[in-house]
């Protein structure tokens, strides 16, 4: 009975001892786990958003998209309305118009998708990038100042006027003198709570390499630490998979939040296809590393199996097996 009893004290402290090993496992599982969401942001922003080449790259398309014409093609319109002051002109300004807003859509659809323009556009994503991002304090940020994003396309405007000027009915706009401002389009309005968004990415990427390392040390800690190191491994899978999936439903809800944030639906449509084309290489990290997850959840579970198939008794059953020789009390 004695020896039983101690069987008993010995148990407790290995299941006392796994019980505090497991809390200090969980805690570093945490770590890893929010970390690894923070670091595929920051390394997303570091090399798709403040990195100005890529930046561009990845924008390279955008004026192909149908929404993004209709965006410019109302921008011009309006500009070359006010140009032509026609609406206290009181002889023939209804068809001049109406003329101008026939004649306009099409000729921006040719001139965005023409590829003599590839050059022009470039330059005008690149100076928007610019624009829109900031240098403070050693690193990019979003620019506070600038409270809407434009995008300066002056050279596409005055193509556009050599095309109108072939109409006899509009011929007079070659003697108009554009303002200073034409060809500049407003493609979206900045907001405050997105401001906020890329000022925590900025901050973020200062502790990005120490970040990294905290995450591997923390996963090999709780390898170290935990009496399960099989249920880390698909724990940290699991964990992977949830914080890609929760990124992956906010860039779905940012771009749904274009619609409440955009009056117009010309503009929220395109400011959605902007959306989607800057945030297609978020979306696919985050698919590598949900992959990566399932993958993890796979091994961990195998190898447990395995382990508890082919692996030794925990000390913990044999504490509290009963030896076959044992006599009863």
């Given amino acids: 009975m004695e020896d039983y009893f101690q069987q008993l004290v010995r148990s407790w402290r290995s299941v ?47 004026f192909e998209d149908e929404d993004v014409h209709k965006v410019v093609a109302a921008s011009f319109v309006s500009t070359t309305v006010e140009m032509a002051d026609l609406p206290v002109t009181p002889a023939g300004s209804a068809g001049a118009q109406q003329t101008i807003q026939q004649e306009v859509p099409p000729v921006v659809g040719e001139l965005l998708t023409d590829g ?60 108009v003198t554009p303002p200073f401002d034409a060809g500049v389009v407003t493609v979206l309005e900045r907001a405050e709570p997105g401001d906020r968004f890329w000022e925590f990415l900025g901050q973020l990427q200062d502790r990005r390499s120490s970040t990294i390392t905290l995450i591997l040390l923390c996963g090999i800690g709780s390898l170290l630490i935990s009496p399960s190191r ?24 940012s771009r749904a939040l274009l619609a409440v944030l955009i009056d117009n639906s010309d503009t929220v449509r395109a400011a959605q296809s902007i959306h989607e084309a800057l945030l297609d290489d978020l979306s696919g990290r985050l698919m590598d590393m949900a992959l990566i997850g399932v993958l993890m959840i796979v091994i961990g579970a195998a190898l447990g199996w395995l382990w508890r198939k082919f692996g030794p008794t925990p000390p913990e059953e044999k504490a509290l097996a009963i030896p076959e020789n044992t006599p009863v009390v």
Avoid: C, K
């Fill in 116 to 175: 003599a323009n590839d050059r022009l556009l470039e330059r005008a994503v690149r100076a928007a990038h610019n624009d829109v991002l900031a240098v403070e304090g050693g690193t990019l940020v979003a620019n506070p100042p600038v409270r809407s994003v434009q995008v300066d396309l002056e050279p596409i405007f005055n193509q556009m006027l050599d095309r109108l000027v072939d109409n006899e009915e509009l011929a007079f706009l070659g003697t």
């Fill in 16 to 62: 006392t001892s796994r019980t505090v090993r497991e809390a200090v496992a969980v805690l570093l599982l945490l770590i890893v786990v929010f970390g690894s969401g923070f670091s595929a942001l920051t390394t997303y922003a570091e090399l798709v958003v403040f990195d100005e080449d890529r930046f561009t790259e990845e924008l390279a398309g955008i």
């Fill in 230 to 253: 099989t249920r880390v491994v698909w724990s940290i899978g699991t964990g992977i998979v949830a914080m890609a999936g929760i990124l992956g439903v906010g860039i779905y809800g």
